[in-house]
């Protein structure tokens, strides 16, 4: 399968949970399954500006010159994902300084869960080559999708939590601070990469 292809089905896949998402978010009232909404919305424009660089660097490739595009998308996707993940590190203090408002566990359980399971699926499709090793956008695109799996995993396990024990509402913002601290740690190394490759 084609690179372009892999990404238009992520791209696709990432559409469809990322309107699941903010529709549970907002009726369940959890900040977790919001931050993970807002990040599927980033990592689908990033995935669309991808395809378009795609698009320019084969053109490059056919008349024997390189292109810097696919790299400038991940620069800007990185970057995004660190403006995404502060701000949502911010919202979680705000609810974490007052009282974390009630959560509906259910749909987010139901919501997360699948997200995981579609990411998984994703993860395999863009991991399906060795050979792109060294593409940075695409290294972005797998590190987000990625981090997408696990975030659901865990959010589906926080909900879990609440939903038997009816306490507990705290851990709702205390891990979107954890997801959001990841993605950082994750963007910073990737930025570090983008940096190297474009002073090369």
Same mark, same amino acid.
């Given at each position: 399968m084609t690179q372009t292809r892999?990404?238009?089905?992520?791209l696709a896949l990432n559409s469809i949970v990322f309107?699941?998402?903010?529709?549970?978010?907002?009726s369940s009232h959890s900040l977790s399954v919001l931050a993970m909404g807002g990040d599927?919305?980033?990592?689908s424009g990033a995935i669309l500006m991808g395809l378009f660089a795609i698009y320019l660097r084969d053109r490059s490739?056919?008349?024997?010159?390189?292109?810097?595009?696919?790299?400038l998308v991940a620069l800007f996707n990185a970057s995004l994902l660190l403006v995404l993940s502060s701000s949502v590190i911010f919202e979680a203090l705000l609810r974490l300084s007052n009282k974390a408002p009630e959560i509906? &566990?259910?749909p987010v359980i139901w919501v997360s869960v699948i997200a995981a399971l579609v990411m998984c699926f994703g993860v395999y499709l863009l991991n399906d080559d060795e050979?792109?090793?060294?593409?940075l956008h695409m290294q972005s695109v797998l590190l987000d999708t990625l981090m997408d799996s696990l975030s659901a995993a865990a959010i589906a396990i926080t909900a879990t939590i609440i939903m038997f024990t009816h306490r507990f509402l705290w851990v709702d913002s205390a891990l979107a601070i954890?997801?959001?601290a990841?993605?950082?740690?994750? &963007?910073?190394?990737?930025?570090?990469?983008i940096r190297i490759s474009l002073r090369g």
């Open positions: 892999r990404l238009q089905i992520v309107l699941c998402l903010i529709k549970v978010g907002f599927y919305l980033l990592d490739d056919r008349n024997g010159e390189k292109s810097r595009a696919t790299t509906s &566990a259910t050979s792109e090793g060294d593409d954890l997801i959001s990841v993605v950082i740690f994750q &963007a910073l190394k990737l930025l570090e990469k």
